[in-house]
């Protein structure tokens, strides 16, 4: 997973937080903001750990060249 891919995936996963949480209503367990709250996990640990087990099937990178012909090697 590239450097951007990355950072955009922890930008999305930290503001759909707070969203989720205050915005949404998901602090008093309203479903629709526990849902969002509990769905940005997945871009902050897919960030996290520069692995999308979604990109697999299709084959996707979005390394830069450089780091996908060493991990290639």
Avoid: H
Avoid at 2 to 28: E, H, K, M, S, Y
Wanted: hydrophobic share 50%; glycine share 12%; with cysteine.
């Amino acid at each position: 997973m590239g450097r951007l891919d990355r950072t955009l995936r922890f930008i999305v996963g930290v503001a759909l937080i707070p969203i989720g949480l205050f915005a949404l209503g998901g602090w008093q367990a309203n479903l629709s903001g526990v849902l969002v709250a509990a769905f940005a996990l997945v871009p902050l640990v897919t960030s996290l750990t520069g692995f999308c087990p979604g990109y697999i099937p299709f084959g996707i990178s979005t390394c830069d060249r450089e780091q996908n012909q060493t991990k290639l090697s």
